[in-house]
């Protein structure tokens, strides 16, 4: 049975999940420049303030990417382009974040889904900036649908597993602290019987750091 703490120390760089090394030193970088700067107390302040911290750490550590081939655009979608990668073994995401408040959600939701979905982790390969837009680029394993998925399904597994259900496709695990979102066809499909969740939206609930 998972415990919060296990959780907790995945979120702090404190616990191993697969590729997380890159992503937990981001996150860390980051709030400890929260923390320093607390005169930024207004929303988009902050939001602004943590965007040129995150840039600083990008270039003072060589983690931007290359423009990727178009030539292997598959989709795309409100928060991501998807392009094939490796003869479609691997896929790769530009995700702007667009979902997240900030980006350190954006960083949490990939620790979670790596540790909760360690076959389908999301290996994080740096940043882009298309016209000036910032963007994580991810790759992770593609996966080749074998049938349509059964929603009922995806509620039976979470709610085996302690989660439950908010409303239509959106969940929450009250004694792990967290959300999961967005659960549809698109972002949670089945293969040889098995449900493959290959885009996540999680998200920590506000007494995530509470006893």
């Known amino acids: 049975m998972l415990e919060k703490h296990e959780i907790r120390n995945i979120i702090s760089g404190n616990g191993k999940v697969g590729h997380g090394e890159t992503i937990q030193a981001i996150t860390s970088y980051l709030r400890r420049k929260k923390a320093s700067d607390p005169k930024f ?9 943590e965007e040129q911290d995150l840039r600083d750490y990008i270039e003072n550590n060589n983690i931007w990417t290359g423009s990727p081939d178009e030539s292997k655009y598959l989709a795309e979608g409100a928060e991501q382009r998807i392009y094939a ?15 997240y408040a900030f980006w350190v959600d954006y960083l949490n939701n990939l620790l979670l889904h790596n540790f909760f979905f360690p076959h389908l982790a999301y290996q994080f390969l740096g940043f882009n900036s298309r016209n000036d837009v910032l963007e994580a680029v991810v790759r992770q394993p593609f ?8 929603l009922t399904k995806v509620r039976a597994f979470l709610e085996s597993n302690g989660f439950i259900r908010k409303k239509e496709n959106d969940y929450y695990h009250p004694n792990l602290c967290i959300i999961l979102e967005d659960l549809h066809e698109e972002n ?4 040889e019987g098995t449900l493959q969740f290959v885009d996540t939206v999680f998200y920590l609930m506000p007494n995530f750091y509470l006893e």
């Not at 990668?85 to 979902?99: C, P, Q, R």
């Not at 996966?143 to 059964?150: C, G, M, N, S």
Request: glycine share 2%; charged share 35%; aromatic share 8%.
């Open 143 to 150: 996966v080749r649908t074998d049938e349509a998925t059964d």
């Open 41 to 49: 107390a207004e929303y988009q302040q902050q939001k602004q303030k």
């Open 188 to 191: 949670v499909l089945t293969k």
């Open 85 to 99: 990668d490796e003869d479609l073994a691997f896929v790769v995401k530009i995700n702007s974040g667009v979902f």
